[in-house]
């Protein structure tokens, strides 16, 4: 392959990457504007007219639920997830290296253990809906499957980068 193959290459998985990256961020906010929307709609129903919806309480819930999931997988980088860091900062690079690297390859061989388990859960939920919107169960925490895979592909591509040369852009 040559140089400019490789860099053509390079560019078009980075224009690749940013428009799915564009993609995520636009589905995150999205979701989060509905569960906005239906919470509002839900106070002015309740304060303002004195008749409280049922289905707001439940849309809420799920766009919540999807938000935070969705938000997790692909929108926030795996090293600015909430992590206990009291030791990983007062030690060495070398050493943080070698603490992400673990602490990468725990999550990711868990979260690959768990998606065997996740797939049959949701199987088996797909028998209830949910109590006012009837929406089957397993579509309403769907979302956790996705979680699993975007979150073990963000920490598989971390932990290759903590192989490579620019390991430090990674701590």
Not at 136 to 158: D, E, H, K, S
Request: proline letters at 3%.
């Amino acid at each position: 392959m040559t140089d400019a193959a490789a860099t053509d290459g390079r560019r078009a998985l980075h224009v690749w990457g940013a428009r799915a990256k564009f993609f995520a961020d636009a589905v995150g906010i999205v979701l989060f504007l509905s569960a906005f929307c239906g919470f509002i709609i839900q106070v002015f129903y309740r304060y303002a007219l004195n008749s409280p919806l049922l289905w707001t309480e439940e849309f809420v819930m799920i766009a919540f639920i999807w938000t935070v999931f969705w938000a997790a997988a692909f929108t926030v980088p795996v090293r600015e997830h909430v992590s206990f860091d009291v030791v990983y900062d007062i030690v060495s690079e070398r050493t943080k290296r070698i603490f992400s690297m673990i602490s990468l390859a725990a999550a990711i061989a868990a979260f690959v253990l768990l998606v065997p388990y996740t797939w049959d859960y949701l199987s088996f939920m797909a028998r209830r809906d949910s109590s006012v919107l009837r929406i089957p169960m397993n579509l309403i925490y769907g979302c956790y499957i996705l979680f699993l895979v975007g979150f073990t592909i963000q920490a598989v591509y971390r932990l290759v980068r903590l192989f490579g040369p620019h390991w430090r852009h990674e701590i």
